[in-house]
């Protein structure tokens, strides 16, 4: 037999060599073969969860091995507990208890089995059987050799346990995942507002494309809702169990976008001090929405195309492609087609993408979708801000917000909701900080040809504000539906202000006269 210091070195090169258990318990059952007399090697847990013992894996010979579970009578982990197993020993169920009582599952009767007990900072955590076919095959000689196996096997142990436990927390972390994508965004494409009335023609196209594999461009202004239609793509079809990743391309640093899309090996660059997986591969099975396309540097367009292609990527520093089984959607607010003649969008990038392209409407050529929207954000951001019940909304208030053109689109409604609630002192919503567009582009004439449209000075702007909104109150300032209540302040304030600002009301009006 190889003596001791050579053995303990072997067995530990063969269980660490592999991060598959499988395959280590294999490798160390054919070294212990050669050693002695062996049919089995069974690495097993004590599983309190359960209240049994659980075969983790296992090597053999075509042997009859225990059942994968087996349930402990009641108050036998008390009893393994008490008794403190530390030393390896070979089986006795003459003169073992607990072993006696678990002969008939554990088939022992017939067979020598030797185990040794596996501990991680004292603690018992489970064990590693050796088996021979008939009694009496092992002596006291192995039991010392033996001992060589507790530290490496139940180091191997202690890491499979920690990946199940893993893998058990990516469960369910996976199915809170598909939950929320459910409480979130129910049926996808059935459950954007608008979807029915001014995005009707945009979600039949979302349910056209969904089901297919086709790579998407969604075209439209800033601020128009373009993620949530990628977000429809994505949970409409059947990827949808899988990753959506979105990057925004504007937003990363031009020196690190190879890094974030496409990865890097350790030692790339300085810093790389572990490798790193990309976007890409974070996305794999699944969805990547790359949003503001338009604003990719060229370099990181040629490499996109790649991806595009081959279906595969290369990490920064690294020599092997990467294949990933992935679904692109992108998106942009300029005029990609423009940016290919100016030469700063690759011409080739640019048919790879727009094989299904999306428009996505302002809001102003889909006014009828307001209503919905403000109704939707103020619920919304009633919930966000611990408003209790949502207010209502003023009459007329709605319409004022339809006959508004809405450059920001649905992004700015969301913001304007917000503000308004923010500022919202009882009574329903009014939204007068908002006018008509007619109305708008008459107050935002000022002296000066080279003027901008709209004020510049801060006294200008709170002075065509406040002269709006003493328009609406029919130029009352004090009580109900009066200018101060409608603007959030003291009435004493307000006159202040119009005192400052220059602004004739009632009071002082009657004064010049």
Known sequence: MTGRDEFTREITLRICGSLEIKESLRSAFEYLKEQFRLEALVLFVIDERLGAVRRIDHASENVALPPQLIPLPEGMLQKIAARNYSEPFIVDIEKDEILGALAPVLKIEGNTHLIVPLRIRGELIGGLTLQASGEGRYGEELLELAGCLAEPFAIALANTLAHEEVLRYQAILLDDKRFLNRELYGDAADGIIGGNTGLRNVMEMVRQVAPLNSTVLILGETGTGKEMIANAIHFSSPRKNGPFITVNCGALPENLIDSELFGHERGAFTGAVAESRGRFERADGGTIFLD??????????????????????????????????????????????SMVAEGNFREDLWYRLSGFPIMVPPVRQRKEDVPALTRYFVAVRSRDLGIGV??????????RLMEYDWPGNVRELEN????????HRGGALTFSTILPSSEQKDMSLVAGNNRSLYPLNLDEANAVHITEVLKLAKGKIDGPGGA???????PSTLRSRLDKLGILYRRNRNVAG
């Not at 304007?416 to 500022?423: Q, S």
């Open 390 to 399: 949502p207010p209502s909304i003023a009459p007329g208030a709605l319409q």
């Open 416 to 423: 304007l909701v917000e503000r308004e609630l923010i500022l």
């Open 292 to 337: 503001e396309i338009g604003e990719l540097p060229l370099n990181a367009q040629v490499r996109l195309l790649r991806v595009l292609q081959n279906r595969e990527v290369e990490r920064v520093g690294g020599k092997r492609p990467i294949p990933v089984d992935i679904r692109v959607i992108a998106a942009t607010h300029r005029n990609l087609q």
């Open 484 to 490: 101060a209540e409608l603007l959030g302040i003291n």
